[in-house]
């Protein structure tokens, strides 16, 4: 009887391989597992801030180091400075946000609603300008500008006008139907350049009877239009309609990149201070990374990298930065010398009844 022949070497059963198998199943659940634990402890933190450039900026050349280094990710609520407010107010008992940079004026108006807490120590702190330290550092200056003038230069180089040097050549009877004016109720920009013009007339940042008085007969009569915010105003420089109307450095550099003919000017009586500032929103979330998120945006390094790519001037005094950036950042320093700062605690006083006042009888 023959016997049975053995299985071919091929053939035969592997006892083995299941159990590499096994372990290199087990690796793999180990990583994948570890994996979707380390996804699942990165935290969001929601900022809120303007769109936009602003927005561009920030999302692509700043937040990225604080959201590497703390496992975290950053998300802009966009929207202007009275809308980012009314979201806090609204959640004022369960925030949604964590950091909100709004204009400095209506900071000012967060921190005496409650809505924004103290800012603790950091390196960032010692180096701000002083004007960036908004109350005891409830809240802090983050980017400084000015409000001044910008003009058309094809207008006025048509029109063969010499380039305005003052805050009152808004009042020149030659920009009859040439001057864009934003709404006292609604922009920062024309509340600086009314304010500008009121102290020109011998009014304060507390009454403001001779700029009402003076309006009607100077540069009333030369506004097109009074508009409700700055976002109109790169279709009426493109085609002419605007000649003149209150604006700052940082955005006639943003006019100027998409080929508008702006430039800004400086007024001889000097610009107004207009910061974006930031504050920790009370009773947020995360408490612990919202102070750091507002700690690594006051460094030389956030605000370089804001200035570089978004010409953001900063208010850290110690920022250094090349080439270009440079250039701009001497540029604004010299602005600032022959700048002033507005008193907001008495604006703020005042605004609701001049807000009412403006709409019924400048606007009416």
């Known amino acids: 009887m023959m016997s049975p022949s053995r299985p071919p070497a091929f053939a035969r059963p592997s006892f083995r391989q299941p159990s590499r198998l096994l372990a290199c199943t087990a690796a793999l659940a180990v990583l994948t597992t ?90 960032g702190l010692a180096g701000l300008l002083p004007v960036a330290h908004i109350k005891d550092d ?29 805050w009152l050549d808004m009042a020149d009877p030659k920009l009859k139907g040439k001057l864009v004016f934003q709404s006292l109720s609604s922009s920062t920009f024309g509340l600086h350049a009314f304010l500008a013009f009121n102290k020109l007339k011998g009014g304060t940042d507390s009454n403001v009877e001779p700029g009402f008085s003076a309006w009607p007969k100077t540069i009333g009569p030369n506004v ?5 915010s700055s976002a109109k105003i790169s279709e009426m420089a493109q085609t002419g309609e605007a000649a003149l109307f209150p604006y700052t450095p940082t ?81 604004m320093n010299e602005f600032l010398k022959n700048s002033r700062a507005v008193d907001w605690d008495e604006i703020n006083k005042n605004r609701a009844v001049w807000n009412t006042r403006w709409n019924r009888t400048i606007e009416r």
């Open 251 to 331: 955005q006639v550099t943003i006019l100027k990149s998409k080929g508008i003919p702006v430039e800004y000017v400086q007024p001889k009586e000097g610009a107004v201070v207009l910061m974006v500032a930031q504050c920790v929103i009370a009773n947020n979330s995360e408490p612990q990374l919202a102070q750091e998120l507002a700690a690594y945006l006051l460094s030389p390094e956030a605000q370089g990298k804001a200035l570089e790519n978004g010409s953001f001037n900063p208010t850290n005094t110690k920022v250094q930065v090349t080439g270009p950036a440079a250039a701009e950042q001497k540029r």
């Open 224 to 228: 097109v239009e009074y508009i409700a």
């Open 138 to 166: 409830m809240a802090t200056g983050v980017t400084i500008s000015m409000t001044g003038l910008a003009y058309n230069t094809k207008v006025y180089a048509d029109k063969g006008w010499a380039p305005p040097t003052s």
């Open 34 to 123: 570890a994996s979707f634990a380390a996804h699942a402890q990165t935290k969001t933190l929601y900022i809120g801030m303007n769109g936009g450039n602003m927005e561009k900026t920030y999302t692509q050349f700043v937040f990225g180091p604080f959201e590497q280094k703390n496992n975290v990710k950053v998300v802009v609520v966009p929207g202007g400075s009275s809308d980012i407010l009314a979201k806090a107010q609204a959640a004022k008992d369960k925030p949604q946000m964590h950091v909100m940079f709004l204009d400095d004026g209506v900071m000012y108006r967060a921190i005496g609603m409650g809505l924004c807490e103290k800012q603790k120590p950091n390196p």
